[in-house]
């Protein structure tokens, strides 16, 4: 990683970073994307957590990677709300993927996260790919997803010991990552550069 710097996202960073965003998102999920635009509308918002929002520089000063940091909470059969965040999205440039950024933007935030004593960490991701970093099943600790259901993509990992010994219940996500005004986002999107948007094989949706 020689030459690529690793620091807090700044304000000035920021339509850089929604750049990055939509092109490591364009097409991969559902034609087009719209990660980028949830970032912008989350700018200012109280459930971000900015001191976590890592950048990485590549060697010519551009921006090339970005980590995306939210509070969220486990609600319990019983309605007890636990704290708990989650990052995501997590963007490196198509250029610059393989390189081990995202890597290091996942260690150097949990880090962070940890030294700040946030108690745990849940996500949506590939096992496989997360389970290098700690992260397992969070059905092991019994958190489901919003409506009940348990699948291996939702994950879950402790930065303090027995965090989730006695957190059960469902993962509420912040709403803004899942009620998305698709005329609000077309009018956003107009400020980039034109993209294709394909249906292509893989995708979610």
Same mark, same amino acid.
């Given at each position: 990683?020689?030459?690529y710097?690793?620091r807090?996202?700044?304000?000035?960073?920021?339509a850089a970073?929604e750049a990055?965003?939509?092109?490591?998102f364009?097409n991969v999920?559902?034609?087009?994307?719209?990660?980028?635009y949830?970032?912008?509308?989350?700018r200012g918002?109280p459930?971000v *957590?900015e001191?976590?929002?890592y950048?990485?520089?590549?060697?010519?000063?551009?921006i090339?990677?970005?980590?995306?940091?939210?509070?969220?909470?486990v609600v319990?059969?019983?309605q *007890?709300?636990?704290?708990? *965040?989650?990052?995501?999205p997590i963007s490196?440039h198509?250029?610059?993927?393989?390189l081990?950024?995202?890597?290091?933007l996942?260690r150097?935030s949990?880090d962070?996260?940890k030294?700040m004593q946030?108690?745990?960490?849940l996500?949506?991701?590939?096992?496989?790919?997360?389970?290098?970093?700690g992260f397992?099943q969070?059905?092991?600790y019994g958190?489901?997803a919003?409506d009940g259901?348990s699948?291996?993509?939702?994950m879950?990992?402790?930065?303090?010991e027995h965090?989730?010994a006695?957190?059960?219940?469902?993962?509420?996500?912040? $709403?803004q990552?899942? $009620?998305?005004?698709?005329?609000?986002l077309s009018?956003?999107?107009?400020q980039f550069?034109?993209?294709?948007?394909?249906?292509?094989?893989g $995708?979610l949706?």
């Amino acid at each position: 990683m020689d030459g690529y710097t690793f620091r807090l996202e700044r304000p000035d960073d920021y339509a850089a970073v929604e750049a990055v965003t939509r092109e490591a998102f364009w097409n991969v999920y559902k034609p087009g994307c719209d990660e980028h635009y949830i970032l912008h509308t989350m700018r200012g918002d109280p459930a971000v *957590i900015e001191e976590l929002n890592y950048v990485c520089e590549a060697p010519n000063g551009e921006i090339c990677g970005h980590i995306f940091y939210t509070r969220t909470k486990v609600v319990s059969e019983d309605q *007890i709300v636990y704290p708990v *965040i989650s990052f995501g999205p997590i963007s490196v440039h198509p250029a610059c993927q393989r390189l081990g950024i995202g890597s290091n933007l996942i260690r150097i935030s949990l880090d962070k996260a940890k030294e700040m004593q946030f108690s745990g960490v849940l996500i949506t991701g590939n096992p496989q790919y997360y389970h290098r970093f700690g992260f397992r099943q969070a059905a092991d600790y019994g958190i489901v997803a919003d409506d009940g259901s348990s699948f291996s993509e939702l994950m879950a990992v402790e930065l303090m010991e027995h965090t989730f010994a006695s957190v059960h219940g469902r993962i509420w996500f912040c $709403q803004q990552f899942s $009620q998305i005004d698709p005329d609000a986002l077309s009018r956003f999107d107009e400020q980039f550069p034109p993209k294709a948007r394909m249906k292509l094989q893989g $995708q979610l949706s």
